[in-house]
């Protein structure tokens, strides 16, 4: 019968208590590149908001107070702020405006606002409230007298005209920090002189996931995507793949809890 009962178990337990159990992750990330000025720089990342049935507007709310007690320096959002209904926007963006930090709150668009096609509606809502979206856009972030280069992706498009737009964004002399909702050209961040990508899109590994059990073992992967969570790197290119806070499709998170997350910068 306990047998029986095992997935009806975990069900529930993903069902009611982890996908609001929100975890603060704390990430150091390592740059050569970086200005002195920006040594310990921490940059607060929330991605997959999906204000919905299933991510009430009191469990953001609840992120939003974590993350500013966390007091970083600046705030990523990387995109898909609502999950299917256009009228949510409003207040997604309403209970994003109570983020707070010194050098900002910056964002990128997500799937779901280009399949909604509320791209400029939630951009001129985020820019109402203080909070600057990045559509193939950069924008300096000053410490005393050194910068970094940050920049904003939407995530549809067509993509060799994205990779151009890319190119011309990239600052060879500063780091450059690439916020997109998923990394599609990762690949070529290193030629390209992209130090860090923040990325999400994958919820963990589409929410489901039994990598505690197997390596590999969750939908994403199964899927066939190649960056789930966590930090990669490739030739010196890194990405951090963020499992999101909110929900889509099912209302369960499985071995992939929530998160917010802290990236410490640091030259060693
Ligand atoms: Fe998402």
């Not at 306990?2 to 159990?21: M, W």
């Not at 920090?177 to 070529?188: A, G, M, N, R, V």
């Not at 999400?200 to 390596?215: A, C, M, N, T, Y």
């Not at 199964?222 to 099912?250: C, D, H, S, W």
Request: contains cysteine; glycine residues 12%; negative net charge.
């Amino acid at each position: 019968m306990l047998v029986g009962a095992t997935p009806f178990i975990a069900a529930g337990y993903g069902l009611l208590y982890e996908q609001q159990n929100v975890e603060i992750v704390r990430q150091r990330v390592r740059l050569a590149r970086l200005p002195k000025a920006f040594e310990g720089f921490q940059i607060a990342q929330l991605s997959d908001i999906h204000i919905g049935p299933f991510t009430t507007a009191d469990y953001i709310r609840r992120c939003v107070a974590i993350t500013n007690g966390l007091k970083p320096d600046l705030i990523a959002l990387t995109g898909d702020y609502v999950c299917w209904d256009p009228e949510a926007q409003g207040e997604v963006v309403r209970v994003l405006a109570g983020l707070r930090a010194p050098h900002g709150v910056f964002g990128c668009m997500g799937n779901h606002e280009a399949d909604l096609g509320i791209e400029e509606s939630i951009t001129r809502l985020f820019a109402a409230q203080g909070i600057q979206m990045l559509r193939q856009e950069r924008a300096p972030i000053r410490q005393h007298n050194e910068t970094l280069n940050l920049i904003g992706m939407d995530h549809g498009g067509e993509a060799d005209r994205r990779l151009q737009q890319l190119k011309t964004l990239v600052m060879p002399n500063m780091v450059n920090i690439l916020l997109t909702h998923y990394p599609h050209f990762f690949d070529h961040h290193s030629e390209l002189g992209v130090d860090l990508t923040l990325a999400g899109d994958i919820h963990g590994g589409g929410q489901l996931s039994l990598d505690f059990v197997h390596r590999g073992l969750n939908l994403g992967s199964l899927m066939g995507v190649p960056y789930i969570r966590g930090l990669y790197e490739k030739t010196g290119a890194q990405l951090y793949m963020n499992r999101g806070i909110g929900i889509t499709g099912f209302p369960i998170r499985l071995g992939a809890r929530p998160e917010i997350t802290v990236l410490e910068l640091s030259r060693s």
